[in-house]
């Protein structure tokens, strides 16, 4: 669907440009905005929401939405992880303040708000080098640790849109970040010992522990894989999953 979705943007964009006082004009931004979230021109996204943002002077609450998250979206792609979380927090202020979050299936507007909130704990995350080993290795882990599981709980938050495109982003970037901690503790030198056998016993423990990781990423991907199966959905982050899976399968055998 990508060629109408272009054709579509163009339009939009058009539109807005040539009657930014008039009513369409202002939906066509929004959609412009929504539509370039999609396609991933984050860039372009945050040019469009920072002009929405300074035309109008009375935006309806998923209006001020789109427009936050887009910023948010096109900021964290471009590594500026603290101003993004500002925009996403001025965005899931307008959605409290409006009640927009309740319990079950959110709004589809929403996806885009929670997706960027799991980029910018995902990239503070990776951010978090745990190889070589210092004297601060567990507290590092820790915190690598726990902001997987927040970046994890606000990829879950985007799966509730049940927008089967932004779940299969969310469901990828789960299982990926799993992946990556275990490819990167794998790294990790095991600790000193007196014989071989010692060294192949703490190694083997250490890989015992650490597997659980791969099965976490691997069932993520599963999970993204099915989903896609379900709804239809076909695009790159369904091939890129199911590479991941391809190489877990593999790292699983190594193991």
């Keep these: 669907l990508v060629p109408e979705h272009r054709e579509a943007l163009a339009r939009y964009e058009q539109t807005a440009r040539l009657f930014p006082e008039h009513a369409l004009g202002r939906e066509a931004l929004v959609r412009s905005i929504r539509l370039l979230a999609y396609l991933e021109e984050w860039r372009r996204a945050g040019e469009l929401s920072d002009l929405f943002l300074s035309r109008e002077k009375d935006p309806k609450p998923f209006e001020l939405v789109i427009a936050h998250s887009g910023k948010a979206l096109a900021l964290v792609a471009d590594g500026d992880?603290?101003?993004?979380?500002?925009?996403v927090e001025r965005a899931r202020d307008v959605v409290e303040?409006?009640?927009?979050?309740?319990?079950?299936?959110?709004?589809?507007?929403l996806a885009q708000v929670?997706?960027?909130?799991?980029?910018?704990?995902?990239?503070?995350?990776?951010?978090?080098?745990?190889?070589?080993?210092?004297?601060?290795?567990?507290?590092?882990?820790?915190?690598?640790?726990?902001?997987?599981?927040?970046?994890?709980?606000?990829?879950?938050?985007?799966?509730r849109?049940?927008?089967?495109?932004?779940?299969?982003?969310?469901?990828?970037?789960?299982?990926?970040?799993?992946?990556?901690?275990?490819?990167?503790?794998?790294?990790?030198?095991?600790?000193?010992?007196?014989?071989?056998?010692?060294?192949?016993?703490?190694?083997?423990?250490?890989?015992?522990?650490?597997?659980?990781?791969?099965?976490?990423?691997?069932?993520?991907?599963?999970?993204?894989?099915?989903?896609?199966?379900?709804?239809?959905?076909?695009?790159?982050?369904?091939?890129?999953?199911e590479q991941a899976r391809q190489d877990i399968e593999t790292a699983e055998a190594a193991e």
């Design 114 to 159: 929670y997706y960027a909130l799991g980029e910018i704990r995902r990239v503070r995350a990776e951010r978090i080098a745990l190889a070589p080993v210092t004297p601060e290795f567990l507290a590092l882990l820790e915190k690598r640790c726990q902001l997987i599981l927040d970046a994890q709980s606000a990829y879950s938050d985007t799966m």
């Design 161 to 241: 849109a049940y927008d089967s495109h932004w779940s299969a982003m969310a469901g990828f970037r789960v299982g990926e970040l799993y992946q990556r901690l275990h490819e990167e503790l794998m790294k990790v030198e095991a600790p000193k010992a007196k014989t071989e056998r010692e060294r192949q016993l703490v190694e083997g423990a250490m890989r015992l522990r650490y597997s659980v990781l791969l099965s976490k990423a691997k069932g993520m991907m599963e999970h993204t894989l099915g989903m896609a199966r379900r709804t239809g959905e076909n695009s790159s982050w369904v091939e890129r999953a």
């Design 81 to 87: 992880d603290v101003k993004a979380l500002a925009s």
């Design 97 to 109: 303040r409006h009640g927009l979050d309740l319990a079950g299936k959110l709004p589809r507007d």
